[in-house]
C-alpha cells in the first residue's frame, strides 16, 4: 500500500536546490572547458606545442570523462522509468539518487531525473512533493510540449487531491484542447473532477454522452470515479436517469466503500 512505503530517501527541497545548483555548475564547467581549450589552442600557435598541446589534451580527457557519465546518467533515467511503472519504488529511488548526486556536464539527464522523481512521488501518493518537483520542472520546460503536458496533468491531480483548487484551475487552464488519447482522457478525468468540487454542475455534465465514451476507456477505478463524480452532478441538476444509470455503472466496476472513501462527496449518492 502507498501508505506503508518507507520515508523517501530522497529529500524534496534538496533534490531540486542540487539541480539548480547543477544549472549553474555545468553552464560554469562548460564555459572552463571553452577557455581551456582557447588557451591551449594559443598556446600552441605561439610555439608551446608542448604545454598548449597538454592542455588540450586535459580539456578533452575532462570533456569525454563528463560525457561518458552524462550518457550513463540518461540510461538511468531510462531504468528509473522503468522501475517506477514495475512498482520497485525502492529500486527507483535508489537509482535516483545516485543520478542526482552525479557531476554532469549537460543539465537535461539531470531535470530528466527530476521528472522520473515526481513521476515516482505521484506514484508513491506523495502529492506534496509530486507537485513541487512538477512545478519546479515546468521553470525549466516551458512551452516545450510533449513534457509540459504531463507536468501540468500531474500538478492538476496533485492540486486534486491536496484540495489546492486555484493551483488546479491554472494547471488546467494551461493545457491545450487538442491532446494525445491518453491525456486527453486524464484532462476529461480531472475537469469532471474539478467542476464537482466546486459544484460546477451543469458545467461537469457538458457533453455528457461523451464523456461517459471516453471514462469507459479508463481503467477500471477511474472510469469508476468518473462516473460516479458524472452521477452526482446528474443527481444534483434533476437528471435522475442519469444519475440512476452512471451510478449502476460505477457499481459494476468498483468497491462503492472504498470509492466513496477515496471521494466523500459521493457519499450523498449511497447513503
Known amino acids: 500500500m502507498a501508505d506503508e512505503i518507507l520515508q523517501p530517501k530522497i529529500d524534496t527541497a ?19 572547458l571553452l577557455v581551456g581549450i582557447s588557451v591551449g589552442f594559443l598556446m600552441v600557435n605561439r610555439g608551446m606545442d608542448l ?22 546518467t540518461q540510461q538511468a533515467v531510462g531504468r528509473a522509468s522503468q522501475l517506477i511503472g514495475a512498482g ?7 537509482t535516483l539518487s545516485q543520478g542526482l548526486k552525479s557531476l554532469m556536464l549537460y543539465h537535461g539527464p539531470r531535470l530528466g531525473m527530476l521528472q522520473n522523481l515526481a513521476a515516482l512521488r505521484h506514484a508513491q501518493r506523495r502529492f506534496r512533493d509530486a507537485a513541487l518537483l512538477a512545478t519546479e520542472l515546468l521553470r525549466y520546460r516551458k512551452g516545450a510540449g510533449t513534457v509540459d503536458r504531463p507536468l501540468r496533468l500531474m500538478l492538476a491531480e496533485c492540486a486534486l487531491e491536496m484540495n489546492d483548487l486555484q493551483t488546479a484551475h491554472a494547471a488546467l487552464a494551461q493545457i491545450p484542447p487538442v491532446l494525445p488519447v491518453r491525456e486527453m482522457l486524464k484532462l476529461m478525468e480531472l ?50 436517469d442519469w444519475a440512476s444509470w452512471l451510478k449502476r455503472r460505477a457499481e459494476l466496476l468498483t468497491d462503492i466503500p472504498r470509492l466513496v472513501e477515496a471521494r466523500p462527496m459521493l457519499r450523498e449518492l449511497w447513503s
Do not use: N
Request: glycine share 8%.
Open 51 to 72: 604545454v598548449g598541446g597538454s592542455v588540450m589534451a586535459g580539456v578533452i580527457a575532462i570533456l569525454f570523462m563528463l560525457s561518458g557519465k552524462s550518457m550513463r
Open 191 to 240: 475537469q469532471v473532477e474539478y467542476c464537482v468540487r466546486i459544484s460546477a454542475w451543469p458545467a461537469a455534465l457538458d457533453q455528457l454522452p461523451m464523456k461517459v465514451e471516453l471514462a469507459e476507456l479508463l481503467p477500471a477505478e477511474p472510469a469508476a470515479r468518473v462516473q460516479g463524480l458524472l452521477a452526482l452532478a446528474a443527481h444534483r441538476e434533476g437528471r435522475s
Open 14 to 32: 534538496t533534490a531540486i536546490a542540487a539541480v539548480r545548483r547543477s544549472a549553474v555548475w555545468s553552464l560554469g564547467l562548460r564555459l572552463a
Open 88 to 94: 520497485q519504488y525502492d529500486e527507483a529511488e535508489k
